[in-house]
């Protein structure tokens, strides 16, 4: 009896133990700099070049020596970037479907969507006020796309900013970026695997994430581009880790394919660089999807400074907002549904959280964004679902939108997916729309 009532507290402890370490690291109670001082201890210790490796569940993909090219089946696997057109039934209900307009904040609605290569922009009613549409064969005439592309991407824009005089940028994802009129009119292309994100700066000049085949895997990069989309300069994401403190986390990274996934690119104004100098004006914040990571890039020193991980999985748009906290859309990191964070970057104590730990709960596998608004309200974009919806701190629903635009496959009607809903100025676009 003495032996098992000690086999069972051993087993009691071990269980604790497990839970306390993954609760640490999870919540990053350990600083990172310790913890890759113990992997290196332990790794050095260990005969030959030992690495762990654990490829990112979904989005990543077999492991592969990277000595030599891709090989056919390895070209297959890297069929990647770009999404399906939409993955989940369409509902009943579509539209605006909910609308308080004592609580939510009044203006415009620009979206992309899994249907066709256009942006929809549209009043608080749902009403289309304007469209811009441009397919890759009329932007890039005999274009062939990188051989990771899926064809569904040649089919829809993962993402669209409006200038004020209703010039449009969009992303063909994976391929190229593209400038339009308000007329749809092709002024000009850049065509370097473009994908996911950009960040376009106040005075001028345009950040984009790139892509290209490099040493048998995806390297994803950020090219700077003149008004004009001439290339300025161009810089590996893959390059700055590894120059930098956080070189470590690259061990989680898979072998081949699209190893980092990076899906969100914003720039920063310096406003809170005196908390932190890696906030400097100048330096651009990043997601990178398959290492469950936010990061600073300084594209000067051509390095990464700071960067977050242990708080989210599969993370898209985090953005940092004017009281020095990170928002950002949490994909799989609460299990069974998504979330949105209000993260403090210097705790990485989660000061906000959507939904709570009880009411109605949603879920994006793939995608998503999350954009805090002038009033204090969450305007949430749940891809995989078609549906947008705009949240008050008290988490109350004020608007809600599911996408109108479907499609059938075989036999089912499916909604088409919303890769990105944003809320404009009512008065943004006035003068030329009118």
């Not at 507290?9 to 370490?21: D, E, K, R, W």
């Not at 990112?56 to 990647?80: H, I, K, T």
């Not at 949603?362 to 309200?377: D, H, I, K, V």
């Not at 939108?401 to 006035?430: K, S």
């Amino acid at each position: 009896m003495k032996r098992r009532a000690n086999a069972m507290l051993l087993v009691g402890l071990a269980a604790i133990m497990f839970v306390l370490g993954y609760v640490a690291r999870r919540n990053e109670w350990v600083p990172l700099s310790w913890r890759e001082a113990a992997h290196n201890s332990v790794a050095s210790s260990r005969p030959g070049d030992v690495r762990r490796d654990r490829p990112f569940q979904g989005d990543a993909f077999p492991l592969q020596d990277r000595s030599g090219g891709l090989d056919a089946e390895a070209r297959a696997s890297l069929n990647a970037m770009g999404y399906a057109a939409g993955t989940k039934p369409a509902s009943a209900q579509s539209g605006v479907t909910e609308y308080d307009s004592a609580a939510a904040l009044n203006g415009l609605n620009l979206y992309t969507s899994g249907h066709a290569p256009e942006a929809i922009l549209m009043d608080m009613n749902g009403a289309v006020l304007h469209t811009w549409r441009c397919t890759l064969d009329a932007a890039l005439p005999g274009y062939v796309p990188p051989p990771y592309v899926r064809d569904a991407a040649r089919q829809s824009w993962r993402r669209a900013y409006l200038y004020p005089d209703g010039g449009l940028l969009a992303i063909f994802e994976g391929m190229a970026l593209i400038k339009l009129d308000r007329n749809s009119n092709v002024l000009w292309t850049y065509a370097a695997g473009c994908h996911h994100d950009l960040s376009v700066l106040p005075k001028g000049g345009i950040y984009v994430l790139t892509s290209e085949e490099r040493d048998g895997i995806i390297d994803n990069g950020i090219a700077f581009l003149d008004d004009n989309g001439k290339e300025l300069r161009r810089i590996s994401i893959l390059d700055c880790f590894r120059h930098s403190p956080y070189a470590p986390l690259l061990e989680w990274m898979p072998k081949r394919g699209d190893v980092l996934h990076v899906n969100a690119i914003k720039m920063l104004d310096g406003s809170h660089a005196g908390s932190n100098p890696a906030f400097a004006g100048g330096n651009l914040l990043i997601s990178v999807l398959t290492l469950n990571t936010i990061a600073i890039v300084n594209l000067d020193n051509k390095t990464v400074p700071w960067a977050l991980t242990g708080l989210t999985k599969a993370q898209h748009e985090p953005t940092l907002l004017s009281n020095g906290n990170l928002l950002v859309f949490d994909n799989r990191g609460a299990g069974e549904h998504s979330r949105v964070l209000e993260v403090n970057p210097a705790t990485h104590g989660i000061v906000w959280q959507h939904p709570q730990d009880v009411g109605p709960t949603f879920y994006s596998e793939w995608c998503g964004s999350a954009q805090r608004l002038a009033n204090g309200n969450t305007l949430i974009t749940e891809s995989d679902n078609g549906r947008a919806f705009e949240v008050t701190p008290d988490h109350r629903i004020v608007w809600e939108f599911i996408n109108p635009n479907q499609f059938n496959e075989n036999g089912v009607q499916m909604v088409a997916a919303l890769f990105d809903c944003m809320r404009l100025d009512d008065t943004f676009v006035t003068e030329w729309l009118r």
